[in-house]
């Protein structure tokens, strides 16, 4: 695996005391910051959860224990530029082993752009990047009209993993859109790995380091849209 740098991210994180405190961590706090979008659904949904949300639960098993989560985690990826910015990341323990999760968060909004659309024009650290987000995967180039951010997510929580040293890494779609829009995206995703795509429950794949990778897609509970 190509080496990250980490020079600039903060090891020390304080806790919050409400919902309020999610929204100074956002790119833009008072554009992404609105009832019926992703950013406040999920915040409300860990706050209210004082744990893992049962949705999330679900997927990785009812002994599930959230040992700590923090909201807009950022993952410095191979190959330089932009972090992968977790909307939470979370280590879970379970029975057997302890677990690195990313969590990506959606609504009505899509998986932004497209594997070809991210390439285009794309420098040579993009490419560097992508190789080593498959080297991690185990999979080959991927098709252009597959979802980047699918993938660098993934990588997130793979690479917490290893500095973690956690015996796997989980990346979890929690989707508080009750018509599941872009369910076809991740399914796509999941098919390119081999998985055969269900909402609700773990799909596990084996990473070439011997640990296994859990997708999940995760349903939300539709109250924390409310204005």
């Not at 919902?19 to 554009?31: F, G, K, M, N, T």
């Not at 040992?67 to 323990?93: M, N, T, W, Y």
């Not at 009750?178 to 399914?187: G, I, L, V």
Request: glycine content about 8%; charged content about 20%.
């Amino acid at each position: 695996m190509l080496p990250v740098d980490r020079r600039l991210m903060s090891k020390i994180l304080v806790p919050t005391s409400g919902v309020s405190d999610w929204q100074r961590l956002l790119a833009d706090p008072e554009r992404h910051w609105r009832a019926g979008f992703s950013a406040m659904a999920t915040a409300r949904s860990w706050e209210a959860a004082k744990g893992l949300p049962p949705e999330i639960t679900q997927i990785l098993g009812l002994d599930a224990e959230l040992l700590f989560a923090i909201p807009e985690h950022k993952v410095p990826l191979p190959g330089g530029g932009r972090e992968s910015q977790c909307d939470v990341f979370a280590l879970v323990r379970t029975m057997d082993r302890t677990v690195a999760l990313a969590v990506e968060a959606k609504v009505n909004e899509p998986f932004d752009r497209t594997i070809g659309d991210w390439l285009a024009n794309g420098s040579v650290g993009k490419h560097r990047r992508l190789a080593a987000i498959c080297n991690l995967l185990g999979c080959p180039e991927p098709p252009s009209d597959l979802r980047y951010q699918l993938f660098h997510r993934t990588a997130a929580a793979i690479i917490e993993a290893h500095r973690m040293n956690t015996g796997a890494a989980a990346m979890i779609v929690q989707s508080f859109s009750q018509e599941h829009r872009w369910f076809e995206d991740f399914a796509a995703f999941c098919a390119f790995l081999g998985l055969r795509s269900e909402r609700s429950v773990p799909l596990v794949r084996q990473l070439p380091d011997g640990r296994d990778l859990i997708l999940g897609w995760a349903t939300g509970d539709p109250q924390h849209l409310a204005g």
